[in-house]
């Protein structure tokens, strides 16, 4: 039973332009949702997180938003750059531990 | 920033063998630690927690016999995989959370993952 899914397995985007990247999750009990960035071969990279007492969080290019109603959260990043090309996971915590989505793989082309 | 080292990065063995991967926080000492499983073209699925001075606590499905954890220093867990089958191929990654931070929602720091293939 996925409680944390991500149902775009990959994305592709012009540089400059904005990425939303697409998350759901089933267990109402999450209390803490979290993005990383990876690469092949390395572990993830914390990126941004919010709590699910707020609807918003912003950091430089990365903002984001949690709709709790809808169990929905995304991640806009803008501008896009070539450099953000891996794959995004978001992750839901329950009592600190973390449950990963399966990753959405971002392809920003110059 | 919070640095996890991971070793071997990678390791081949004969099955039947068994395998030792090491984490280890480096600025930080993490009460917990945690160790994920990656299949290619998957999520990373959490196996098992590790807690200082204590046993670990295994996902279900997980067997405690094969996945073998140690976490004998806050600054050290190990994951023993025993008796390797071809089926234990992976990439297993830890992670941990700087106990410092006081609140169990700080994000994870993770390691560089070890890729096990067993032959």
């Known amino acids: 039973d996925q409680q944390v899914k991500q149902n775009s397995p990959s994305l592709s985007v012009q540089e400059g332009r904005i990425s939303i990247l697409n998350c759901d999750y089933t267990?109402?009990?999450?209390?803490?949702f979290l993005w990383y960035k990876k690469y092949p071969a390395e572990g993830p990279t914390f990126l941004i997180s919010i709590s699910s007492i707020k609807d918003k969080n912003e950091d430089g290019r990365f903002t984001v938003f949690l709709n709790k109603s809808a169990k929905h959260l995304s991640l806009h990043i803008v501008p896009s750059q070539p450099g953000d090309s891996a794959v995004y996971f978001c992750?839901?915590?329950?009592?600190?531990?973390?449950?990963f989505g399966q990753g959405t793989e971002l392809s920003v082309k110059p | 920033g919070a640095v996890v080292s991971q070793h071997p990065s990678w390791v081949i063995c004969k099955s039947g063998t068994s395998v030792k991967i090491e984490c280890r926080s480096l600025d930080f000492q993490a009460t917990t630690m945690f160790w994920y499983r990656q299949f290619p073209k998957q999520s990373l699925m959490l196996m098992a927690t590790s807690n200082e001075g204590s046993k670990a606590t295994y996902e279900q499905g997980v067997e405690k016999d094969k996945f073998l954890i140690n976490h004998a220093s806050l600054t050290l867990s190990t994951l023993t995989v025993t008796s390797a089958h071809p089926e234990d191929s992976s990439f297993y990654i830890c992670?941990?959370?700087?106990?410092?931070?006081?609140?169990?929602?700080?994000?994870?720091?993770f390691g560089n993952g070890t890729r096990l293939t067993v032959t």
């Open positions: 992750a839901a915590s329950e009592g600190g531990k973390l449950i």
């Open positions: 992670s941990a959370r700087d106990s410092a931070r006081g609140t169990y929602n700080s994000p994870l720091h």
């Open positions: 267990n109402s009990m999450f209390d803490y």
